[in-house]
């Protein structure tokens, strides 16, 4: 079977390879590179082609395709992009200051409690 080959993917597999296809394609992708990451994300939720045997079943998973869309999902992705750069910007600068904030008062705690836990 040459690479590329498809003919072992499921109907419902190839279904989801072309929705995920033109999902991309719709938000500028070029067909090729929108091919190619469908495929991707169809052999990363289902685990690839049709396999045969006793226990070959695989748990799916959807994370992949919860991630697509605009900005920010499906809640606010409008609002986000509406705002000006400057103030997105200001944005993920001050929630970089808090993230590193807090980086330092967990460190601090575990530090902290790791040296208590020796002494004992």
């Given at each position: 079977?040459?690479?590329?080959?498809?003919?072992?993917?499921?109907?419902?597999?190839?279904r989801?390879?072309?929705?995920?296809?033109?999902?991309?394609?719709?938000?500028?992708t070029?067909?090729?590179?929108?091919?190619?990451?469908?495929?991707?994300?169809?052999?990363?939720?289902?685990?690839?082609?049709?396999?045969?045997?006793?226990?070959?079943?695989?748990?799916?998973?959807?994370?992949?395709?919860?991630?697509?869309?605009?900005?920010?999902?499906?809640?606010?992705?409008?609002?986000?992009?509406?705002?000006?750069?400057?103030?997105?910007?200001?944005?993920?600068?001050?929630?970089?200051?808090?993230?590193?904030?807090?980086?330092?008062?967990?460190?601090?705690a575990?530090?902290?409690?790791?040296?208590?836990?020796?002494?004992?």
């Open positions: 079977m040459p690479r590329g080959d498809k003919s072992s993917y499921t109907d419902k597999q190839k989801q390879a072309e929705h995920i296809e033109e999902g991309y394609e719709d938000r500028g070029g067909r090729r590179e929108a091919e190619r990451r469908a495929w991707a994300t169809v052999n990363k939720e289902t685990g690839g082609g049709k396999k045969r045997g006793s226990g070959r079943g695989v748990p799916k998973s959807n994370v992949s395709s919860k991630r697509g869309g605009s900005i920010g999902g499906p809640r606010g992705g409008k609002a986000a992009a509406s705002r000006p750069a400057a103030a997105r910007s200001r944005s993920a600068k001050k929630a970089a200051a808090s993230r590193k904030r807090h980086a330092v008062k967990r460190s601090a575990r530090k902290t409690g790791r040296t208590t836990a020796r002494k004992k």
